[in-house]
């Protein structure tokens, strides 16, 4: 209650670090978006940590939701003979089918806008990552294992978890400090400004999608019927 | 008026702490610490705001303006994303509990076999 | 004036939301709630002018937490469904 009482009222916290970021970030980093620019810019080693923090939940989950040995694999539930699972309605499989396409694209368009409007790599990350579900609602699983195979989810999402630090480890070697912005900054307001925002972005973006396809697999897999001995 | 998002914060924290005391389901208190973490955000959203000051995004207004705190809200993107985290490795957990102990329900969880 | 009366009443329904998502005892219901309690959140954070905030929390709060609890459920029905099934067996 002491602390409480303490507080200021909310919306009249003065905060000079804030203020400062807000009227610097066009004229110094190129970025319209403040969030963005805090995000992967001025603060960009933090979100190295926030990318790891994921990157090793995916590989948690993954360990516990492993099949184990007493547990032969079968047929998924969609397969079995002699069961009859009630197929999705109509109206919902062509919707789904329907969405996904733009789904993809508009993940793909806040991914490399994120440094022009709200977005960046996780927003982006966390909606391309919703596709291949809308997948799964419309067609069957055998469907989403052929567009989406473990291969794939996997390279990508290293991929994107190694090259946060490539890109950091090159500024190193090219004389700069760790993840320096090197690249020269674009105009403020396209998908150039900022420099080296753009690759990070994309880095995180298929490092996000990645992992969270990586758990929706797991988690899918987990509805295969076990076989009886 | 101007305290309503502190209260709610703190409203939000109790209830969550209630639920995670007098669950008897795993899953329900997994999302009860769901609960607890939105209560940091609202903390978080009304530590940043400024009463009457647009989004800090610059592409519509011009650079300069002030705007609400962006700093405030790069800690809230980690936020959510630890949400998730924790979410899913403690939905694992409980599956796995499932299957060695046969139950979820925390209060009958009494042998801890070494 | 009417900005404020937003602030209060999006404040007053994410407080209702989280009773409601900790009073359902339900886990099958409660998933329903948690997404539906994402989204109020998310409409708060646009309310308080977090734009970044409020796209991630849409995604995830409403979209992969619940799908999380679903198949998380469904995984320990199938589980006791089998552990049920070699208990009679054992009988």
Request: proline share 4%; with cysteine; net charge neutral.
């Amino acid at each position: 209650m002491l602390a409480y009482g303490a507080m200021p009222p909310v919306g009249f916290v003065q905060s000079k670090y804030g203020d400062m970021v807000n009227s610097l970030t066009v004229s110094e980093r190129h970025i319209t978006d403040a969030v963005t620019a805090v995000n992967f810019d001025v603060r960009g080693f933090d979100t190295l940590g926030e990318e790891f923090i994921l990157f090793t939940s995916v590989l948690g989950v993954v360990v516990l939701m492993r099949r184990q040995k007493d547990e032969p694999a079968g047929d998924h539930e969609d397969q079995l003979p002699g069961r009859t699972i009630p197929k999705p309605s109509d109206a919902a499989r062509v919707m789904s089918f329907a969405l996904v396409a733009p789904t993809v694209l508009f993940g793909l368009y806040i991914v490399t806008h994120g440094q022009v409007s709200p977005g960046g790599g996780f927003q982006g990350g966390v909606i391309l990552a919703s596709a291949p579900l809308l997948l799964y609602l419309c067609a069957r699983y055998s469907d989403l294992k052929r567009v989406l195979p473990d291969k794939l989810v996997d390279i990508s999402e290293a991929i994107g978890a190694a090259g946060y630090i490539v890109i950091g480890g090159a500024c190193v070697a090219l004389g700069g400090v760790f993840l320096q912005n090197l690249l020269p900054l674009g105009k403020s307001g396209t998908v150039t400004g900022g420099g080296m925002v753009a690759f990070i972005d994309l880095g995180v973006g298929l490092e996000v999608s990645g992992g969270l396809c990586t758990a929706l697999l797991i988690y899918l897999e987990e509805l295969l019927e076990d076989k009886e001995q | 008026m101007n305290y309503l998002a502190y209260g709610v914060a703190a409203w939000l924290f109790l209830i969550g702490l209630y639920g995670v005391v007098s669950s008897s389901n795993l899953v329900h208190m997994v999302l009860c610490v769901g609960v607890i973490q939105s209560s940091s955000y609202v903390l978080l959203l009304s530590i940043g705001y400024r009463i009457g000051r647009p989004a800090p995004i610059f592409s519509d207004i011009s650079p300069g303006t002030p705007a609400v705190d962006p700093i405030v809200q790069a800690l809230m993107l980690t936020d959510i994303v630890v949400e998730v985290t924790v979410v899913a490795l403690l939905l694992s957990l409980a599956v796995q509990i499932h299957k060695r102990h046969g139950t979820l329900n925390p209060d009958r969880l009494t042998k801890v076999s070494g | 004036m009417s900005e404020q009366i937003l602030r209060a009443t999006i404040l007053l329904f994410v407080a209702v939301g989280g009773s409601a998502v900790v009073l359902t005892r339900e886990t099958a219901a409660q998933a329903m709630v948690v997404s539906f309690y994402g989204l109020l959140l998310s409409i708060l954070f646009f309310v308080f002018q977090a734009p970044d905030v409020a796209l991630s929390q849409l995604v995830v709060g409403a979209l992969a937490l619940p799908l999380m609890i679903l198949l998380a459920l469904a995984r320990v029905k199938k589980q006791g469904q089998k552990q049920k099934r070699r208990e009679q067996e054992n009988t």
